[in-house]
């Protein structure tokens, strides 16, 4: 068994008569697989062929068992060495058995008959390489890894002892790469075959070769073990890398580190660092890690690609040195990213790196797999977040997970009503008792949101109620009045983030198996301090926040929040059985209706701020018959135009319209002159109260007014509209203002208290 099976002795290859390669002196036993690395075009193949005999040596001898090869019969090779090369066959009209079958002819007579034995070995040999099942395919119909598959059965039909393979993984998917070289390993520790061949992959070579050979510069470079070539210097050398880095522990390539300011420290350990180490390479943000012992696991990793690595030397407790570096950096980085989820003695220090980030140390770990969803708004480009209810169905999916599987994800995803995916981090992981909880930190882009940083957390246990039950924990609110998405005295987690949770855990439940019930507890640690300052109390909504989102996404300077309370207003008031409602954009219009003895109760006041158009809508689909709408005449002026939204930045033509109507009334050009130029309406006002026009000119914009509105409602309901200011008080009435107040202080009874 010490006996060299296949040697070279000076061998010299090339082609048309050149010499590629010069001296080529290889020996390998059976029972060993010798592979040949290097780069694109270095001759790998060339030697191959040339020991194969498809070229012929320009010099030296190819001995197997100390016999020349020149010496051997085509026969007797053929009965020795298989060979497997990376031509791709097309014999059209032959299945893979007939395909395999060709490595028995040389074992046949002249007429190239198969016998009954000769099968039984095409079929032992697709059995060997878990190809039985291809045995009446067409060749030509099946995937490359299968027909790799295939031709390697041919190659063991043979029943070789030595195989030459060039590049045998060519063409074939991680799974067939690992199925082919397991099958190698194992015929050759089996069969005591010797196998010789050609890879591009490095990892797998380091992995499954006995002996290494290096193709470079025209010569055999270096020739020994994996543990001897796979050095990090020299397979930068061999493959002349100027970016990035080979580890040789791992097998792995790593891209370069990214340069620049460093703006990320990152918290790492055991591991779990490095899926935050690579994305941060590949979101371009330069990073220090640390602190790290010199045998950690990720130690390699955090060395290739960050800026700087604070390590600690193996089976060392963490020193003070290294702990006041870290902080010193942590101190000047943006974000400060934690991987860890648990400290022993030997990182205790780690810890207080933890928390000396702050509660602010979530953001970093956040940043990674930040939602990167974006739209434009006013010039600027704006960065979506996700809604509270996305972040209780994420955390229940990560609480589900754990219960059903006992592990943590390292992150959890969905893909959002909208169809866009979101990916987060857990946070806080832990086990109460039968219960998993976790949270995921709410994300606002660059939305103004007052839940922006909030925890919302899930809890699952098991129940003995059948099916998946959600209820509200502390910090999320309790609905107190009618007309809500949920029943009165329902957790205010409303319709769709119910359905988002339910998915998510029900999923989880089909693949593990589980078919017993589930409670989802969803709560929110500081939910009743952020509700303060929402509009939860306005809504009837107590004891914290509500878990919403009917996209699943949050929209930057987006109105839909404002319209959705709006809308929600409205129902609530027609659920209390109104059937009419005052509308005002803001607090002008409510201290006028005191001032008019109408805001006192009897007739529900809401305040639409510049929504007057989606105000209107919402109250035809309610079912309101009668509206009123009152406002300071700088906003509602704009109706005369036809806008409905009469924010300033959608559409500001309040001085153009008491222009245009006043010429129309006769008024003349330094009348017309000195409106355009008027800073506001009370000023336009005054000018036309001094040209003896004001009244008139009020008269057809509230007509205007009249038009535009009643086009809106459609019919739906009587609307009328009430304009005043602060200097003349009312200044007009539609027309159909006085049928509604008519209609009021006949229903007065109704809307008593």
């Known amino acids: 068994m010490n006996a060299y099976y296949l040697q070279t002795e000076q061998m010299t290859v090339g082609y048309h008569g050149k010499p590629l390669i010069e001296k080529i002196n290889l020996c390998l036993r059976r029972g ?106 067409a060749f030509t119909a099946i995937s490359d890894g299968q027909r790799q598959r295939v031709l390697l059965a041919r190659a063991l039909c043979q029943e070789p002892e030595i195989l030459v393979l060039d590049e045998p993984t060519s063409f074939l998917d991680i799974r ?44 055999i470079e270096r020739c020994g073990p994996p543990e001897a070539v796979f050095t990090s210097d020299y397979i930068t050398t061999l493959y002349e890398l100027t970016q990035g880095s080979y580890e040789p522990g791992y097998g792995s390539l790593e891209l370069p580190r990214v340069q620049g300011a460093v703006k990320a420290f990152v918290i790492g350990g055991n591991g779990e660092g490095i899926g935050t180490y690579r994305r941060l390479q590949r979101e371009g943000v330069p990073f220090v890690a640390g602190v790290l012992h010199e045998n950690d696991v990720e130690f390699p990793a955090a060395r290739a690609l960050a800026v700087e690595v604070i390590a600690q030397k193996a089976f060392e407790p963490i020193g003070a040195a290294q702990y006041q570096q870290a902080m010193a950096w942590l101190e000047r980085c943006e974000r400060v990213f934690c991987c860890c989820e648990t400290f022993g003695t030997m990182n205790e220090p780690n810890r207080w790196l933890k928390q000396a980030a702050g509660e602010n140390w979530w953001i970093g770990r956040r940043y990674p797999m930040a939602f990167e969803h974006y739209i434009y708004s006013n010039g600027k480009k704006l960065r979506c977040g996700f809604t509270t209810g996305t972040c209780a169905a994420l955390a229940a999916s990560g609480a589900a997970q754990r219960l059903l599987t006992g592990r943590w994800p390292a992150s959890v995803s969905l893909r959002t009503p909208k169809g866009l995916l979101v990916e987060v981090p857990l946070e806080d992981c832990r086990m109460e008792g039968p219960s998993a909880v976790c949270g995921v930190r709410k994300d606002g882009g660059d939305d103004v949101d007052q839940t922006t940083g ?88 107590e004891g914290g926040i509500s878990i919403l989102g009917t996209s699943g996404i949050v929209e930057p300077m987006s109105i839909q929040a404002m319209i959705d309370t709006l809308q929600i207003e409205l129902r609530q008031t027609a659920a209390q059985g109104h059937r009419g409602v005052i509308l005002t954009p803001g607090n002008y219009g409510q201290d006028f209706l005191r001032q008019c003895g109408w805001g006192g109760g009897r007739i529900p006041v809401i305040r639409c701020s510049n929504f007057v158009g989606e105000a209107l809508d919402g109250a035809a689909a309610e079912g309101f018959k009668r509206v009123l709408l009152v406002g300071h005449v700088g906003k509602l002026v704009k109706l005369a135009g036809g806008i409905m939204n009469t924010h300033s930045r959608w559409g500001d033509c309040r001085t153009e319209l008491f222009c245009a109507h006043a010429a129309v009334c006769g008024a003349g050009q330094s009348t017309c002159q000195a409106l355009l130029e008027g800073a506001t309406t009370d000023a336009c006002l005054e000018i036309l109260e001094q040209a003896g026009l004001r009244e008139a000119v009020m008269a057809r914009l509230m007509d205007a007014i009249e038009a535009h509105v009643s086009r809106r409602v459609g019919g739906a309901y009587r609307v009328g509209v009430i304009l005043f200011s602060h200097v003349f008080g009312e200044l007009g009435r539609t027309p159909g203002t006085q049928e509604v107040l008519k209609q009021w202080e006949q229903e007065e009874e109704f809307f008593s208290e």
């Open 454 to 541: 909030a925890l919302v957390q899930a809890a699952v246990s098991p129940s003995v109620q059948p099916g998946i039950s959600i209820e509200g924990g502390p910090g999320v609110g309790r609905v107190t009045r009618p007309g809500l998405d949920q029943p009165v005295g329902s957790a205010a987690i409303n319709r769709v983030p119910r359905q988002m949770i339910r998915e998510q855990v029900a999923s989880l439940c089909r693949q593990t198996g589980y078919e017993g019930g589930l409670q989802v507890t969803i709560s929110v640690p500081a939910g009743e301090q952020i509700a303060q300052r929402t509009f939860n109390p306005r809504l009837g909504i």
């Open 176 to 219: 067939y790469k690992l199925e082919i070289l397991s099958t190698l390993k194992e015929l050759v520790r089996q069969r005591q075959l010797a196998v010789v061949l050609s890879l591009h992959e490095l990892d797998l070579a380091q992995r499954v070769s006995d002996l290494v050979v290096c193709v470079h510069n025209n010569a």
């Open 32 to 137: 060993e697989i010798m592979t040949l690395i290097g780069p694109n075009g270095s001759g790998k193949s060339t030697i191959l062929k040339s020991i194969v005999r498809q070229l012929r040596p320009l010099g030296g001898v190819v001995r197997l068992e100390q016999v020349s090869l020149e010496e051997l019969s085509p026969q007797a090779v053929a009965q020795k060495m298989s060979v497997l090369m990376t031509d791709r066959l097309q014999p059209e009209l032959m299945t893979c058995r007939e395909v395999a079958a060709a490595g028995r002819y040389p074992y046949t007579g002249k007429l190239g008959l198969l016998t009954q034995r000769d099968w039984e070995k095409v079929d032992e040999a697709l059995a060997l390489v878990h190809g039985s099942a291809l045995a009446d395919q």
